[in-house]
């Protein structure tokens, strides 16, 4: 009787120990589940935004390339605009007539502004001899007339560049 006791105990040990086993190694698959579980939580959160992100880069490089076409095609519209102008210019008479000094003088200086407000000066380049030619800020009215048309082209395509960046800034703002 004293073997089928101790056979008995050990059986009840070895269940107990078994029971052990099992329990620590469930519990332990139950926290990898967890951790699986959010770790593809996390890899599907982070395809959404990667394919969020594809779909605005490529939304912004269509309406770069739109905005890029349209100022081509502006462009090409002022020069046959011009050469239209001076055509017709031509055969003015009063072409070379020179506008006030005033009005000449201060369109310039509106060019100047602007320019220097554009493109800063480059001190690296500086012609220190001052030989360079200088305007003397006479403006014909051929020139003017011819200043116009490639003034309103440039602003056109300022325009459609604001429209642009204005509707990337409306797509990322939406869902």
Not at 25 to 35: I, P
Not at 119 to 125: H, Q, R, S, V, Y
Not at 158 to 170: D, F, G, K, T, V
Request: aromatic letters at 6%; hydrophobic letters at 40%; one cysteine or more.
């Amino acid at each position: 009787m004293k073997p089928l006791l101790i056979l008995g105990a050990a059986s009840i040990v070895l269940v107990s120990l078994l029971c052990t086993v099992v329990n620590y190694y469930h519990d332990k698959s139950e926290r990898l589940g967890s951790s699986v579980k959010q770790l593809q939580s996390d890899n599907s959160l982070q395809a959404t935004t990667i394919a969020t992100q594809v779909f605005q880069f490529q939304r912004a490089n269509e309406i770069s390339n739109a905005a890029t076409q349209y100022g081509i095609k502006t462009d090409a519209a002022a020069q046959g605009k011009e050469i239209e102008y001076r055509t017709i210019l031509k055969n003015q008479q009063t072409c070379n007539l020179a506008v006030p000094a005033a009005i000449a003088g201060g369109l310039l200086n509106y060019t100047h502004r602007l320019r220097s407000r554009a493109m800063p000066a480059d001190t690296g380049d500086a012609d220190a001899t001052g030989a360079g030619t200088t305007a003397t800020g006479s403006l014909t009215y051929c020139q003017a007339v011819l200043w116009i048309d490639p003034l309103l082209a440039a602003l056109d395509k300022a325009n459609n560049q604001l429209l642009a960046i204005r509707q990337l800034e409306a797509e990322r703002k939406t869902p």
